[in-house]
């Protein structure tokens, strides 16, 4: 897959000892200051990155996406987004889960991951957590509320996670778990400094296609469909150029050749089962993907 991406001319990022998320959140804000950040990805972690300048277009399944957007009285065929994703903002984010995009880590810490191997606190699920969070914002001040407390301090905190519609009280819980807690917000935290790449610029990574090393590669794996689809999005891509006199809108050549990468990425994925991170930036719309 490197040596495709190669031939692709696809900028590639790895790093020891970090994983995969972590050079995205690296990337992620060391750039939404000076160009708005695309996420493109199936993991939840990458939530937490959300903000003003950086959404996070999430995977999902079937017919998904169409109907978080519809609950949303939103058409979400006529958004300029991929099928199968939803587009993650602070709003969206809070209508989601009422909560803010950071607290997807605390959110974690507490009900855990099993894809992720991120172990929680067992008997805490999100019934308990989101309004935890709400309340206290963090689990280290969700522990300074509920530790050592008096027995008259007992009962008051009893009758607040009532009023938090919390059912039973989750202190003996959240108190024998702790250690779990913490140690899953570590694992769910995505660090955004990682050395190697933190000084990297986005002139170091602005596209540019190589379109012959692209075809010779998908011939040389012998991806016959996707060699198929290259000539189709190229041919289409030459009859925008010179269609001048249509009437249709046309497609700028930029948009073409991002969409084609995000086709190719999710197709090569099916064929190899495995992708390292990639970056597309485009410098005329100030957009930066990552996948």
Known sequence: MKKLLDQMNIPQFSADQYEADDIIGTFTKNFENDATVYIVTKDQ?????????????????????????EERGINGKSLPIPDKMFEFTPIT????????????????????????????????????????????????????????????ELEDMKILFKLLNIKQSPI???L??????????????????????????LNEINLSLNEGGMQEGFKELEFNSLVDNLNNEFNTEKEVVTKKDSHKKETPKE??????????????KEEIKEVPETVNYNNNNEQLSLF
């Open 255 to 268: 948009d073409i050749k991002v969409e084609l990468i995000e086709e190719i990425i999710e197709e090569v």
């Open 176 to 201: 024998k778990g702790k250690e779990d807690a913490i140690l899953s917000k570590e694992l769910a935290t995505i660090i955004t400094d990682v050395p190697v790449i933190k000084d990297i610029t």
């Open 45 to 69: 972690d990458a939530l937490q990155l959300v903000s003003e300048k950086t959404r996070v277009w999430l995977m999902q399944d079937k017919d998904k996406a169409l109907q978080m957007y």
């Open 93 to 152: 984010f809070k209508e989601v889960y009422d909560l803010e995009p950071i607290q997807m880590i605390d959110k974690k810490a507490l009900e855990g991951d099993k894809s992720d191997n991120i172990p929680g606190v067992t008997g805490i699920g999100e019934k308990a957590s989101v309004p935890l969070l709400q309340e206290y914002g963090d689990i280290e001040s969700i522990y300074n509320a509920i530790e050592d407390l008096s027995k008259q």
């Open 172 to 174: 003996n819980k959240l």
